[in-house]
């Protein structure tokens, strides 16, 4: 890891380029929960009874721990489909102008030991309108912060930090819980007519028409939460882009992990989301692909905006300091735009990056591709494609 020189340094010229940009009229006001609630109610009111049954509204302080009960209860046995709609930003840093949006910071929970969820969205139906089982479940809702703390459990009952974590960021949420007298999809058809606040309703129908669904063998990491980031375009590629949000997609592997061992790809970085070193909290934005092993560590190999090739560092973010290692691939802007094969000596990676830090694993279980561009909110795009991992004489096809 960097260290507090680094970090501090980073700090420094991120204050520089948010200043500047204050100055330039170019970060985006802090959203107006007055204003938001005024229209959306105006919105719900033009759609009237024939669609809306009831509409509950929760203000969700940042510092609030998990877990709210909503007093609405949901799934399919009521027969009615809900819809939460979320507004709002959560600060890690006003003065950095670093925050996250509803969609990364809400998840629901459909009852006390219900899995903890999220949605690729700041929209999500519950009931027989919604989609995967725990959307479809019964049961009390409850509502829950995610940011900067993560999930140790399943059910979100227990955190990988200390809930006092919560007290360092500020901001808040504000979600309504429109519960429908028609189908989920005829109310926010309704809603889109009627003038559609935020676009929130236009956004809910495209995520139920399975707009944001990954690629077919690939899932989001579940407590990075689900995502609208990758796409399978055909011919064994994988697109990506993103713009203030993070998502990790996943597939699963079953391979030995045995000396010369390798990991082949191929990508093309048109964008790249950070704007300085990413070995610092506050700038921790990159593009990467990363193999996951047994002993639960990932190496991520990421291009990086100053970083030289073969620099490595323990992940800075707190929830990721004992579970991922980055290695640089390629540096700078030089072949953005391009398309480029690589091939890592695993093996070698391992013992010259992890050994000091996790045990020589026996397996490689999986393939990642990540992307994050949460902190300074700029667009990252490329694409994957045929990623393949050796193993002795053993040539495993990923992408």
């Given at each position: 890891?960097?260290?507090?020189?680094?970090?501090?340094?980073?700090?420094?010229?991120?204050?520089?380029?948010?200043?500047?940009?204050r100055l330039r009229g170019e970060v985006e006001a802090?959203?107006?929960?007055?204003a938001f609630r005024v229209g959306f109610e105006g919105a719900l009111g033009e759609v009237g009874e024939a669609h809306v049954a009831s509409c509950r509204w929760i203000d969700l302080p940042a510092t609030e721990p998990p877990w709210r009960d909503t007093g609405v209860?949901?799934?399919a046995e009521r027969g009615r489909d809900v819809t939460l709609f979320s507004f709002g930003r959560v600060y890690a840093s006003k003065a950095l102008d670093i925050w996250v949006q509803p969609k990364?910071?809400?998840?629901?929970?459909?009852?006390?030991?219900?899995?903890?969820?999220?949605?690729?969205?700041?929209t999500q139906?519950?009931?027989?309108?919604?989609?995967?089982?725990?959307?479809?479940?019964?049961?009390?809702?409850?509502?829950?912060?995610?940011?900067?703390?993560?999930?140790?459990?399943?059910?979100?009952?227990e955190r990988l930090q200390d809930d006092a974590v919560f007290q360092t960021v500020s901001g808040a949420t504000r979600i309504a819980i429109v519960e429908w007298a028609s189908s989920a999809r005829a109310g926010l058809a309704a809603l889109v007519s009627a003038g559609d606040p935020e676009g929130l309703a236009s956004g809910e129908l495209a995520r139920l028409d399975r707009a944001d669904a990954p690629p077919e063998g690939w899932h989001y990491l579940w407590h990075i939460g689900e995502g609208a980031v990758f796409e399978d375009v055909g011919e064994r590629t994988?697109?990506?882009?993103?713009?203030?949000?993070?998502?990790?997609?996943?597939?699963?592997?079953?391979?030995?992990?045995?000396?010369?061992?390798?990991?082949?790809w191929e990508w093309q970085i048109d964008a790249l989301p950070g704007v300085f070193r990413e070995d610092s909290l506050p700038s921790h934005d990159y593009l990467s692909v990363a193999v996951e092993f047994d002993h639960g560590?990932?190496?991520?190999?990421?291009?990086?905006?100053?970083?030289?090739?073969?620099?490595?560092?323990?992940?800075?973010?707190?929830?990721?300091?004992?579970?991922?290692?980055?290695?640089?691939v390629r540096q700078g802007e030089e072949g953005l735009g391009q398309r480029h094969r690589e091939c890592r000596d695993l093996s070698v990676d391992h013992r010259v990056h992890l050994d000091a830090h996790a045990p020589t694993p026996t397996r490689i279980v999986g393939v990642w591709l990540i992307a994050n561009s949460i902190f300074a909110r700029r667009s990252g795009a490329g694409r994957f494609a045929n990623i393949v991992l050796r193993s002795g004489d053993r040539e495993i096809r990923v992408l």
């Open positions: 890891m960097a260290g507090t020189w680094t970090d501090l340094t980073v700090a420094a010229r991120f204050a520089l380029r948010t200043l500047g940009r802090a959203p107006d929960l007055d209860d949901v799934g990364n910071q809400i998840w629901t929970r459909v009852g006390e030991k219900g899995n903890a969820g999220s949605s690729s969205r700041a139906t519950f009931g027989p309108g919604g989609l995967g089982e725990d959307e479809r479940a019964a049961g009390r809702l409850f509502l829950g912060n995610y940011f900067p703390n993560d999930w140790k459990t399943r059910d979100g009952g994988i697109d990506c882009r993103v713009e203030g949000d993070v998502a990790i997609l996943q597939t699963p592997v079953d391979v030995p992990f045995a000396e010369g061992c390798s990991l082949e560590w990932d190496i991520t190999y990421y291009w990086s905006r100053e970083l030289a090739p073969e620099t490595g560092f323990v992940c800075p973010l707190p929830n990721w300091q004992h579970r991922e290692y980055h290695v640089v």
